[in-house]
């Protein structure tokens, strides 16, 4: 079976600044890879040239492959094939204001076979398996009407609706309590159960060691360290890795 995703050399720049440079990625299916550095180290850049959502003023070049599909990395979403579901990091503006959360809901489901009270059961289930208490009610309620973390939640529960073989989910519990995070890492974790591949993108080294079984670490547009999460956690070798490690498992100030 091909990789889920495969990158190859990724280099993005800015007008004259590289900001991913040769970047190299597999994520198989069924498999959790996390996408770990800090905050401007590239990450949701390289989640836009995945997503092909990079402002035209970006240059890429390099290998993108998905599901052994070759694929442009210039390319913009639209002209694009489908086959990847997407959490950005930027939710607030995700959800299409003026339609019902179960309507946008019930779009993919409808679209993978779901029958019309078959979707809404599902778009059900997705919600209260992401963390909503009622999920009854969030289906009939407008974007406007949810808090910061709900729209997160209902935004992981709509890349889940498409049952895509690849979802790349950038920072999806930034805006979550404790417990919501929790249900939001299990239900991504029965989501990659599937077959799915999962490249999940975060900073907190807690989060991608409780979800991921590989490890990607990033600092200023390089990969400075990747393998197992439990080698890489255990062993670090790049000075970088080992600062996280240690701030992450040290005492609580
Ligand atoms: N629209 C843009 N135009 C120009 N430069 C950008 C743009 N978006 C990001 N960058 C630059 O690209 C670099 C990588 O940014 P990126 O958004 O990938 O960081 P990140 O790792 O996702 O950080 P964070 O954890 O804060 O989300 C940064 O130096 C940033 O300044
Ligand atoms: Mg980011």
């Known amino acids: 079976m091909p990789a889920a995703l495969s990158l190859h050399n990724l280099c993005v720049s800015v007008g004259r600044r590289m900001v991913v440079e040769n970047l190299n990625a597999i994520v198989e299916p069924g498999e959790r890879v996390a996408l770990l550095g800090a905050s401007g180290s590239g990450k949701s850049v390289t989640s836009g040239v995945i997503m092909g959502s ?26 694009r094939p489908a086959g990847i579901a997407a959490v950005h990091q930027d ?26 009270p078959g979707a809404r059961q599902e778009a059900a289930r997705l919600l209260a398996a992401v963390g909503m208490d009622d999920p009854v009610r969030i289906l009939s309620a407008y974007a406007g009407e949810l808090s910061g973390g709900q729209v997160q939640r209902v935004c992981i529960a709509l890349a889940l609706a498409c049952r895509s073989r690849l979802l790349v989910a950038d920072e999806p519990t930034t805006a979550q309590d404790t417990v919501s995070q929790a249900l939001v890492l299990r239900a991504l974790t029965a989501y990659s159960g599937t077959g799915a591949a999962l490249l999940f993108i975060t900073h907190d080294v807690a989060v991608a060691a409780s979800l991921c079984h590989r490890v990607l670490v990033m600092q200023d547009g390089h990969v400075v360290e990747s393998g197992a999460m439990d080698q890489v956690l255990g062993r670090p070798h790049h000075p970088y890795t080992q600062a996280l490690v240690r701030i992450a498992t040290g005492p609580a100030a």
């Open 54 to 79: 990079l402002p035209p003023h970006f240059s890429v070049t390099g290998r993108l492959t998905v599901a052994g599909v070759g694929i442009d990395p210039a390319l913009p979403a639209a002209r």
């Open 91 to 116: 939710s607030a503006t995700a959800l299409n204001p003026l339609v019902s959360v179960g309507r946008q809901l019930r779009v993919p489901l409808r679209q993978s076979g779901f029958s019309r």
